[in-house]
């Protein structure tokens, strides 16, 4: 019921910033807790940042904490996350996601409760 599309992937060095940002489609995109996940070559899909319909609630990977900040804005359909400080370690394939429209969850750090997923955008991190 939704369309998902990430952008701002990149190369980038090690302590360097980039900002992923993840276009929805629809009306209905407050309906939604929204999700980044991330998934490195030969290893599984790891959580990274959560956020609440509202924005108001918003959860952590350790792994990330205190460098990312997942942010949305309802009025244009988009959830962003600011990486900072990257590391070699962050290099992997971004994925937004979004949970599906009849859950009362506020917040989800778990893929399998996400319906709906983007293409994914590639993060390299050089050192």
């Known amino acids: 019921q939704v369309q998902l599309v990430e952008s701002g992937g990149g190369l980038v060095q090690a302590g360097g910033s980039l900002r992923l940002s993840c276009a929805a489609s629809g009306r209905t995109f407050s309906n939604y807790v929204m999700g980044w996940f991330r998934q490195a070559p030969g290893k599984e899909r790891e959580f990274v940042a959560t956020i609440s319909r509202s924005g108001g609630i918003s959860n952590y990977a350790d792994s990330v904490k205190g460098r990312f900040t997942i942010s949305r804005d309802n009025a244009k359909n988009t959830v962003d996350l600011q990486m900072n400080s990257l590391k070699p370690e962050d290099t992997a394939v971004y994925y937004c996601?979004?949970?599906?429209?009849?859950?009362?969850?506020?917040?989800?750090?778990?893929?399998?409760?996400?319906?709906?997923w983007g293409q994914g955008t590639q993060v390299i991190v050089s050192s």
């Open positions: 996601a979004a949970d599906s429209p009849n859950r009362r969850s506020l917040i989800s750090q778990f893929s399998y409760e996400y319906d709906y």
